[in-house]
């Protein structure tokens, strides 16, 4: 049986009277790239940070790497912290640090590194997901809308996780920018034996980069499987969501999660 890095049991969320999330039961494998989807207002950024532990569900429990998120011992809360990263939708750079200052600042976090050592990691970063030496100065206003997010993917590897978290990762990319993000995550994805969470909308995303997909819908999870399981799923929601002008354009294009092998 594969082993389970995050497990999310019985879980729901509720604000007041809303209810988001009913009895969610699911579970992301090692070295995986599971992938949330559902319509707006399904909950699926909630249930991202809830697996951060930014969010505490009503019921339920989530555990990551075997550990409980909420309730454990704060040593056991920052090792976990150290064994992922997040790239949020809009890259959630520091305005008012460098590139270098923004990628170097986790280790920094760490107070164990010396600067020459911190000064080699962070160029090392910013070389892996293609950010030439010269721009490690340019602060972020000064970047465009590829370079934030391959230099905020850079700070979520900064510390060397196991597991990494994708809010929107094409999100705002024009086409041509967006395939070589995903193909740059597909890279990072089986060089550095990742796994990976990835909410997203965007259909051509969805299909290169799934290794499976959890769709939420009307508060539950409607189904948990393979691209091609959860296409053949005849639920409205799903073909709808699926099987429209963009989403067989997608799927035609036959980038699935095959591809990852």
């Keep these: 049986m594969a082993e389970h890095v995050i497990e999310m049991k ?7 009277d809303h209810i988001v999330h009913r009895d969610i039961d ?7 790239i599971m992938s949330l989807v559902g319509g707006s207002g399904s909950g699926k950024t909630t249930l991202l940070r809830q697996m951060l532990g930014l ?5 339920g429990e989530v555990l990551i790497f075997g550990e409980a998120l909420h309730g454990s011992d704060p040593g056991i809360m920052r090792r976990l912290r150290d064994r992922r990263g997040v790239l949020f939708q809009e890259g959630a750079l520091f305005s008012a640090l ?3 200052d923004n990628v170097a600042l986790p280790l920094r976090e760490l107070r164990t590194l010396d600067q020459g050592l911190i000064h080699d990691l962070v160029m090392m970063k910013l ?4 950010i030439e030496p010269q721009h490690a100065d340019k602060m972020p206003a000064e970047l465009s809308g590829g370079m934030v997010k391959r230099i905020a993917l850079a700070r979520a590897l900064a510390l060397e996780p196991e597991l990494l978290f994708l809010d929107e990762p094409t999100a705002g990319l ?7 993000f995903v ?3 597909r890279e990072l994805h089986r060089e550095l034996n990742l796994t990976v969470v990835m ?5 051509d995303t969805l299909v290169a980069l799934s290794t499976r997909v959890a769709v939420l819908c009307e508060q539950r999870l409607l189904i948990v499987g393979t691209l091609d399981e959860v296409v053949a799923n005849a639920d409205p929601f799903i073909c709808n969501f699926f099987m429209g002008e963009r989403g067989r354009r997608a799927l035609t294009a036959g980038k699935g999660a095959q591809y990852l092998a």
């Design 26 to 32: 699911l579970g992301v494998c090692r070295g995986e």
């Design 183 to 185: 193909t740059l995550i």
């Design 55 to 59: 969010e505490r569900p009503a019921r």
């Design 98 to 100: 460098t590139v270098f």
């Design 127 to 130: 070389r892996m997901v293609g």
């Design 199 to 203: 909410v997203t909308h965007d259909l």
């Design 174 to 180: 024009d086409p041509d920018r967006s395939e070589s």
């Design 10 to 16: 019985g879980l729901w969320t509720q604000f007041g």
